[in-house]
């Protein structure tokens, strides 16, 4: 299993980031997959969760309407698009594949003028 992150990066207040997940070693149009993020001094928190066709998602309460998560299963990737960016979405954002013990490097985003 191999997960890696991408896009993460320094953004001011308001702005936009896209985040992907590149997935190899299983059968990624199974598991439904989902991004996590942990700030400093604070657990990992679920941010966005899809289901394994797209035609469903959850997400947090802090991210609804700011953050969109989807999937294109033939490359086998998760995107998370994140706008209207806030100091408090800074964090190390990690994608999971549901049911499998593994986490990627994750990547870093931080939220600041």
């Known amino acids: 299993v191999q997960l890696v992150e991408s896009g993460g990066g320094l953004v001011q207040p308001g702005g936009s980031l896209r985040l992907s997940c590149a997935a190899s070693?299983?059968?990624?149009?199974?598991?439904?997959m989902s991004w996590y993020r942990q700030a400093p001094a604070k657990e990992r928190e679920l941010v966005a969760l899809?289901?394994?066709?797209?035609?469903?998602?959850n997400y947090a309460d802090s991210v609804k309407g700011r953050f969109t998560i989807s999937r294109d299963n033939a490359k086998s990737m998760v995107i998370l698009q994140m706008n209207n960016l806030k100091p408090e979405d800074t964090a190390v954002y990690y994608c999971?594949?549901?049911?499998?013990?593994?986490w990627g490097q994750g990547t870093q985003v931080t939220v600041s003028s």
């Open positions: 070693g299983f059968t990624f149009r199974r598991y439904d």
């Open positions: 999971r594949a549901a049911a499998i013990n593994y």
């Open positions: 899809i289901g394994t066709t797209g035609g469903s998602t």
